[in-house]
Antibody, heavy 122, light 113 residues
Framework: EAQLVQSGAEVKKPGESLKISCQASGHSFTNYWIGWVRQRPGKGLEWMGI????????RYSPSFQGQVIISADKSTTTAFLQWTSLKASDTAMYYC???????????????WGPGTLVTVSS | DIVMTQSPDSLAVSLGERATINCKSSHSVLFGSNNKHYIAWYQQRSGQPPKLLIYWASVRASGVPDRFSGSGSGTDFTLTISSLQAEDVAVYYCQQYYDTPSVTFGQGTKVEI
């Protein structure tokens, strides 16, 4: 059974860096894109970007381009979401998710991780 | 970006009754080469990640009860729960995956009993 396991909750100060992870299992990691979705407290879902672990091709929503870095490590079947300088407005739950179909970056997300809560506060 | 507008923002439905959620896209999400509408619906229960219910506007995802159905075309889409169960209390989101990379979600509709 395909599943995504995310790293634990983080509490950081503004200006700090952070890298959260999403480990995939139960499916061919290099055949599926892995995406990230933000959900601020009490708010809706925002599609951030997506990566193809085979060659690390990455596509970002214009709203998140330059704000975060998405990467992947094939050897550990893990995708990452990274910030170099966090802001209070980055406080949110971050979900990784896998599209329904292999090799399709733009597709419904059929597999979701449990989420990583990131809190940025001074 | 394609703006997805859901209505209503919330609704209360009695157990066993029908719930209808609407989603309007600001532009067509019909892909001409395959004649598919790039619309998905998700259910998010409190404290849980979203769960895929419907894709291609009307195809039920694996394991989703048949009381959930999706319909629509052009820019207007609907998620219907034919007979509301207690476990259906959740927030429901529509999503367009046509306008890439600006994939967008609706603002969500809260369904209560």
């Amino acid at each position: 059974e395909a599943q995504l396991v995310q790293s634990g909750a983080e509490v950081k100060k503004p200006g700090e860096s952070l890298k959260i992870s999403c480990q995939a299992s139960g499916h061919s990691f290099t055949n599926y894109w892995i995406g990230w979705v933000r959900q601020r407290p009490g708010k809706g879902l925002e599609w951030m970007g997506i990566i193809y672990p085979t060659d690390s091709e990455t596509r970002y929503s214009p709203s998140f381009q330059g704000q975060v870095i998405i990467s992947a490590d094939k050897s550990t079947t893990t995708a990452f979401l990274q910030w170099t300088s966090l802001k209070a407005s980055d406080t949110a739950m971050y979900y990784c998710a896998r599209p329904l179909r292999a090799a399709r970056p733009y597709d419904a997300f059929s597999i979701w991780g449990p989420g990583t809560l990131v809190t940025v506060s001074s | 970006d394609i703006v997805m507008t859901q209505s209503p923002d919330s609704l209360a439905v009695s157990l066993g009754e029908r719930a209808t959620i609407n989603c309007k896209s600001s532009h067509s999400v019909l892909f001409g080469s395959n004649n598919k509408h790039y619309i998905a619906w998700y259910q998010q229960r409190s404290g849980q990640p979203p769960k895929l219910l419907i894709y291609w506007a009307s195809v039920r995802a694996s394991g989703v009860p048949d009381r959930f159905s999706g319909s629509g075309s052009g820019t207007d889409f609907t998620l219907t729960i034919s007979s509301l169960q207690a476990e259906d209390v959740a927030v429901y989101y529509c999503q367009q995956y046509y306008d890439t990379p600006s994939v967008t979600f609706g603002q969500g509709t809260k369904v209560e009993i």
